[in-house]
DNA sequence: ATGTCACTATGGTAGTGA
């Protein structure tokens, strides 16, 4: 079984190219990020003319989430318990996270908050919710054979070497030694970040900013991943990352990354 | 050349988020 995250920025946008991947790729199971649309909006018949079922959580045009899979999409759950409201008139859940059962694993699509600047309360919201999100997924590993999958746009850089230069982030997010912590601790509660396993070669960026001609330059940054419970990590076979797809006219700015199952 | 893109609301351009 093939599963791949990608950060879509705007399914209503992109939906042709992402059908058109998942075939040419073989994904049984595809994570979207930033679909900004509404439910109501979401492109589903082009999905499903293709043999997709599709599981989409979307308020407007800002986030949203979803699932798309050819071999089940069962117990779809919007949101985690726990997970952090924010606004600062009405706070409200933000459709960042949303789960169902594809396959027998069940599937995780996660858009974490960019943080905006460490001194904006964007950043102690996104310290929240990957926190919050860790104690959801610990009891989700909890249980013996448990297959879960936590894959989405981390918006968190690990390692100076997953950015072409760190410096270019000194005083910024991604960076903080606090979202490293939070984005590390996933490996106390039991997970594996199988990518890295598979893919441990510096520079394997997975988004490069349409600006300042960043993806031609090569300025990219590793910020897409996807971690494993331990039933499910033993089945990885292999990972890999699209950067084909993020060529030519009318990409994201994120591309594909794919982790690959036996059975 | 601030070498971008997609959204909304508006009204033919400005604001927001990334």
Not at 18 to 43: M, N
Not at 82 to 103: H, K, L, S
Not at 185 to 203: C, I, K, M, N, S
Not at 238 to 246: M, N
Request: charged share 20%; hydrophobic share 40%.
């Amino acid at each position: 079984m093939r599963i791949a995250t990608w950060n879509i920025n705007s399914v209503r946008a992109r939906a042709d190219r992402a059908v058109a991947w998942l075939e040419r790729s073989g994904t049984d199971v595809l994570a979207l990020q930033e679909t900004k649309c509404t439910d109501a909006q979401f492109p589903h018949a082009v999905f499903e003319a293709a043999g997709y079922e599709v599981a989409h959580a979307g308020l407007n045009q800002w986030n949203g989430v979803a699932i798309v899979s050819r071999v089940g999409l069962e117990d779809v759950q919007v949101g985690f318990p726990e997970q952090p409201e924010f606004g600062a008139d009405t706070p409200v859940v933000e459709a960042r996270a949303i789960g169902a059962t594809c396959g027998g694993v069940r599937v995780w699509s996660l858009y974490v908050p960019h943080g905006r600047s460490p001194q904006d309360p964007h950043y102690a919201y996104k310290l929240r919710w990957l926190a919050a999100l860790r104690e959801a997924a610990q009891g989700w590993a909890q249980a013996d054979g448990a297959q879960v999958a936590l894959v989405g746009d981390w918006n968190v850089i690990p390692y100076d070497t997953d950015v072409w230069d760190v410096t270019a982030f000194e005083g910024g997010t991604h960076v903080t030694q606090p979202e490293r912590d939070a984005f590390f601790a996933f490996a106390d509660a039991g997970y594996t970040e199988v990518t890295r396993v598979h893919l441990p070669q510096e520079g394997k960026y997975t988004y490069w900013d349409y600006q300042q001609l960043c993806f031609p330059k090569n300025k990219g940054l590793r910020i897409d991943f996807a971690y494993t419970s331990p039933a499910l990590t033993a089945r990885v076979t292999g990972a890999s990352i699209d950067r084909d797809e993020r060529k030519g006219k009318g990409a994201s700015d994120h591309v594909p990354v794919v982790v690959d199952l036996e059975g």
